[in-house]
């Protein structure tokens, strides 16, 4: 099909949810509460277990006798009760990491306890617009507690199309929930407000795409070829044009990415290889669920072609969610870079551990 389609079956009897453009898969939402324990988004209360000085962070108890991990220490002491939001997924054995900066999303707004003020995705340029956008969030504020600071807001651009009143519902119900939470004065590690499921994940973060674009079976991931993609990425190797293939390893140091050029091994096909796997790679990276550090060994090529490939790069990245950071050449001609892990990787999903 061609424009975006948004795909909501099951996978494994679970909830699963896809987006497609022009047929090909860009994103999936699996749902990993089995293995995650906490998902990225689950807000709890946490106690402070364990400063760790050299480190400068805390080591919190969550709920479910799980152990989290914040950064920032500043003004916490042992047995402290603080309220954080899961801000990425554990590696095996590790802590969860948190966050103390919490986001309460939704399908149009954003609400920011830490960052008071009014805003409006760049994204959103008409001026009209981000004036009614920014009087719709005034008038919501309007109702919050007098006695403490008013919480920010981010507009995002699924506003654009929306209507008012549907907004500014939603805003409300986001601000009630903010001022429930930020009021909490109970103590011990208890779960506040859970991680949305995947079904719910699709609806909020993914734009609406054209009407009929949305398909919701228990069986749609078979229908529309989704199962089939998913199978594909299993697969260390990835095909790229000309003959040439991209092959990524997961290690538990890091994730190893190799790109060969195939039977052709000119300088116009390396480099033509290396600009396909540049592209490819934050999609291939996202399906799978893979970040961490990552290096990649593209094929030779002169030295020349390099700021090439790197423009190729950063503007592969740029419009990618998960935060990035394009290290660069290390002196053995590799290249490295670093991606948050917002999500539980692809092959622990489908094999359940």
Not at 118 to 129: A, C, E, F, T
Not at 280 to 296: M, S, T
Not at 318 to 336: F, H, I, K, M
Request: proline residues 6%.
């Amino acid at each position: 099909m061609k424009g975006r389609q948004v795909i909501l079956g099951r996978l494994n009897g679970a909830e699963a949810a896809a987006l497609t453009v022009d047929g090909r898969l860009e994103d999936l939402v699996l749902d990993a509460s089995a293995l995650a324990g906490l998902p990225p988004g689950a807000i709890c209360r946490g106690v402070v277990d364990r400063l760790v000085k050299g480190q400068g962070g805390v080591f919190l108890r969550l709920p479910d006798g799980l152990r989290g991990y914040l950064r920032d220490r500043s003004g916490l002491s042992e047995g402290q009760t603080i309220t954080v939001q899961v801000a990425g997924v554990a590696e095996p054995g590790k802590a969860v990491p948190v966050t103390s900066r919490i986001l309460f999303r939704g399908r149009h707004s954003i609400v920011t306890p830490d960052a008071p003020g009014i805003n409006v995705s760049r994204r959103l340029q008409d001026p009209g617009l981000r004036a009614d956008l920014i009087g719709i969030g005034e008038d919501a504020l309007n109702g919050w507690r007098a006695t403490e600071t008013a919480p920010g807001i981010i507009m995002r651009s699924a506003a654009a199309e929306a209507d008012p009143g549907d907004i500014r519902a939603e805003l409300v119900a986001q601000l009630e929930l903010a001022a429930a939470v930020l009021g909490d004065q109970a103590k011990g590690a208890e779960l506040l407000v859970d991680a949305p499921s995947p079904w719910e994940s699709a609806w909020r973060d993914w734009a609406d795409p054209a009407p009929g674009a949305i398909e919701q079976s228990d069986d749609a991931f078979d229908i529309h070829g989704v199962s089939d993609a998913i199978a594909e990425l299993t697969d260390p190797r990835v095909a790229l044009p000309g003959g040439g293939a991209m092959y990524i390893e997961p290690t538990r140091a890091l994730v190893a990415i190799d790109v060969n050029t195939g039977a052709d091994t000119s300088p116009a096909a390396a480099l033509k290889a290396n600009i396909a796997a540049a592209r490819d790679l934050p999609r291939q990276l996202r399906l799978r669920g893979l970040g961490g550090q990552v290096v990649v060994d593209f094929a030779p090529m002169p030295k020349r072609d390099r700021g090439t490939l790197e423009q190729q790069l950063r503007t592969a990245f740029r419009n990618e969610g998960a935060e990035t950071v394009l290290t660069g050449w290390t002196g053995l001609g590799l290249y490295e870079l670093t991606r948050k892990r917002d999500r539980m990787p692809l092959a622990r999903l489908l094999g359940g551990a």
